[in-house]
């Protein structure tokens, strides 16, 4: 059975930091990139940064650049989002996602439609809101 299981998701005042993990089995963690999408009230669900378990690639989303980090414990197929000078607009429920396309989560950006029911598999999500 594929799961992929989130935590760390919480309240925090802006500024503040916050670390999501994500715990990954089921399925060859070496032959998927693995990552994080996000989806606040009334908006489309983007992504926000991926790792690429075969060669440690990455990509974030241009408004978190600089401010989030991702990392990967391929021993424990575990997947990081270290979250720092967190911003209200960065509330929002976030989910993991895997898919062997890391390129899917750039894609997404003007292409959500296309890209969300493409994803192979998803976690539950975990909340993460920002107050200010």
Request: glycine share 10%; charged share 15%; hydrophobic share 30%.
């Amino acid at each position: 059975e594929v799961q992929l299981v989130e935590s760390g998701g919480g309240l925090v005042q802006a500024g503040g930091s916050l670390r999501l993990s994500c715990a990954a089995s089921g399925f060859t963690f070496d032959d998927y990139a693995i990552g994080w999408f996000r989806q606040a009230p009334g908006k489309e669900r983007e992504g926000v940064s991926c790792i690429s378990s075969s060669d440690g690639s990455t990509y974030y989303l241009a408004s978190v650049k600089g401010r989030f980090t991702i990392s990967s414990d391929n021993a424990k197929n575990t997947v990081y989002l270290q979250m720092n000078s967190l911003k209200p607009e960065d509330t929002a429920v976030y989910y993991c996602a895997a898919d062997p396309n890391p390129g899917l989560w750039q894609y997404s950006s003007n292409h959500y439609k296309l890209v969300i029911p493409r994803i192979d598999y998803w976690g539950q999500g975990t909340q993460v809101t920002v107050s200010s």
